[in-house]
């Protein structure tokens, strides 16, 4: 049973840091494409950034470019973002994301999923 565990969401005043990581398993997921994607509160899911399997390459939305980081290890099957400067805009819960593919910004073609993990930026 494929699985992608999220964790390291919580509560941080503006201006603050959090990491999040993502641990993957039940499948092998060599070659595959990780993301990150958000939901906040009344909105559609966006995504926020991706990476590819050898960690080459990396994609961001605009509205986190230079303030949020990919990066995974392989060997550990886990992909984390470190978030910085984080704004009360950045509020939403965050899912981890697996595709063979292309990256794909609208989500839709990402067969796995995290049940997400809640990120609250206080003013």
């Known amino acids: 049973q494929v699985q992608l565990v999220e964790s390291g969401g919580g509560l941080v005043q503006a201006g603050g840091s959090l990491r999040l990581s993502c641990a993957a398993s039940?499948?092998?997921?060599?070659?595959?494409?990780m993301g990150w994607f958000r939901r906040a509160p009344g909105k559609e899911r966006e995504f926020v950034a991706a990476?590819?399997?050898?960690?080459?390459?990396?994609y961001y939305a605009d509205s986190v470019k230079g303030r949020f980081t990919i990066s995974r290890d392989n060997a550990k099957i886990t992909v984390y973002l470190q978030m910085s400067s984080l704004q009360p805009e950045d509020t939403a819960v965050y899912y981890c994301a697996a595709s063979p593919g292309v990256v794909d910004t609208t989500g839709r073609t990402w067969p796995y999923w995290g049940q997400g993990t809640q990120v609250t930026v206080s003013s």
């Open positions: 039940g499948r092998t997921f060599s070659g595959y494409a």
């Open positions: 990476i590819s399997w050898s960690g080459g390459i990396t």
